[in-house]
């Protein structure tokens, strides 16, 4: 046996070291995994089976690690006995070759930027799971579907890089907790799926569901900021007996839009009648876009008065939606609209009507000087050019910037970007006025009010409606009263049904009031007339 300076060089041999050229002594080198498949191939050849040998293999180098290489051979036969005496071959370094195949195949199966296994992948590994429920019956699996929250805003709002760094700490964090077996990929986006194989039964599969948002629901700091990204899931039992995996999937997403859509249930487990709720969604969301095409979207009027002269000083505007066969309620369109970014064009058509229905007020009534506030949802706050389209609204209906009133939520300044802290300051540099609205209820806190610039708290109904029935109630009003005046805000209480209610609200100091005891939202046209009635409430 023979073997080149070349050959030597190849496996990390110097010119001086030896090598014993046996057979024997090749062998030891080959990869062990390989060596049991290079024999039946070079037995084949040596045999006249094949015409050459050729076969890719490792091969280990002198410094231990192992060497991807590409040996070829042609044997010579004695022509008397037909037995090969003689072979000779090459052996071809493909180490880079490999390594690129190597990483494709991994890019192919794998997300680039968390290093999990993508859907591909993870279709697969499901199938095999799926497989082994219909050969074992005692088998149980679950395929968890999550979103991250508000990742769209904070996207938005610091930018894709710190997306991406959010993207990999929940990569990591969900490593974490994945357990031996499971398996984990990242389907796109913010969309992550998880595997859990061999499991117990639902009450298993809760309880890793739990651990696992409350591993997520820890904070992030991006940027001087502490993040929450936090998490709602959808789960897939095995136990409904898939034919495909894409179903499973599907089904476990279908859950999880189910806990998107719901404030309160971070996961959900799939049933068959969210199937139904699916289809439904599907079809209104359809019908939402050819309502906005349509402009079936509309406005109604909801007074505001002034508690010290009991006259309407304003309006809030509430979205409508006026189909051909009937009215539907903001509560069953909103949230899905909020989900799909529909709310951005309803949001921009009500600010459109909004500032129209000023102008003609302003022109009916000139000494009363009537203004309309707007809802605006943490999404549009999130448009590039939202100040654009404030400013176009009123340019076009050719009113003062200090006729429209803008209402935002808590939620919105839960964000706490310097982004949106940014915008509100550029609305109220135009004469806008910023209503703190719902104020009160979940996470309010006195450092929102010090960094987030607005003019007036509403006070949230739940409180007014209960306040001459729970001490405590009153007690929250009062306070919220002194503390807005004692910041230089205006406060307008939300949810007045009684006259009780009103009275209380002149003696405690509130400065407007609206609700059902002055009048529920109507249209445009009828509130022009309750305004041309000139009421003292």
Known sequence: MYVSPRWR??????????????????????????????APRLIEHLKRQTPHFEIEHRIRHRDGSWRWMLTRGQALYD???????????????????KRAEEQLL?????????????????????????????????????????????????????????????????????????????????????????????ISGVEDTIEFTKRMLSELGQPVCVEGHEVYPGARVGIALSATRYGHPEEMIRDADTAMHRAKSHSTAKFEIFDGSMQGSMLRALKMEQEIRRGLEAREFCAYYQPIIDLASGMITSFEALVRWQKPDGMVQPAEFIPLAEELGLINQIGLQM?????????????????????????????????????????????????GAHSLKLE???????????????????????GIQILMDDFGTGYSSLSYLHRFPSNSLKIDCSFVRRMTEEKESTEIVRTIIL???????????EGVETPEQLAALREMGCDFAQGYYMSRPIPAQEATALVARGLRW
């Not at 022509?79 to 070759?97: C, K, P, Q, V």
């Not at 968890?144 to 890089?161: K, P, T, V």
């Not at 022109?363 to 404030?390: C, G, M, Y």
């Open 408 to 430: 935002v939520t808590e939620s919105i300044m839960m964000d706490n970007s310097v982004a949106i802290v940014d915008v509100v300051k550029a609305l109220r540099s135009r």
């Open 106 to 198: 991994y890019g192919a199966l794998h997300d680039n930027l968390t290093g999990l296994a993508n859907r591909a992948l993870f279709t697969d590994l499901l199938e095999f799971a799926l497989g082994r429920v219909e050969r074992d019956a005692s088998y149980l699996c679950a395929v968890l579907c999550l979103n991250l929250e508000r990742f769209r805003y904070i996207n938005d709002s610091f930018g894709h890089e710190v997306g991406d760094q959010i993207l990999k700490i929940t990569a990591q964090r969900l490593s974490k907790v994945r357990r031996n077996g499971d398996v984990l990929a990242r389907l796109g986006g913010d969309e992550f799926a998880l595997l859990l194989d061999d």
């Open 351 to 399: 600010l459109q009507m909004a500032t129209a229905q000023i102008a003609l007020w302003q022109a009916e009534f000139p000494t009363q000087d009537l203004r309309v506030s707007v809802n605006l949802s943490a999404r549009q706050f999130h448009q590039a050019d939202l100040l654009k389209q404030v400013d176009d609204a009123i340019s076009r209906a050719g009113i």
């Open 483 to 493: 503390l807005g005046h004692n910041l230089g805000m205006s406060i307008i209480a």
């Open 79 to 97: 022509e008397h006995t037909g037995r090969a005496y003689r072979m000779a071959g090459s052996l071809a370094d493909i180490n880079e070759r």
């Open 9 to 38: 060089a190849m496996i990390g041999l110097d010119d001086d070291e030896p090598f014993l050229p046996k057979r024997e002594v090749w062998l030891q080198i080959l990869h062990p995994d390989e060596v049991e498949s290079i």
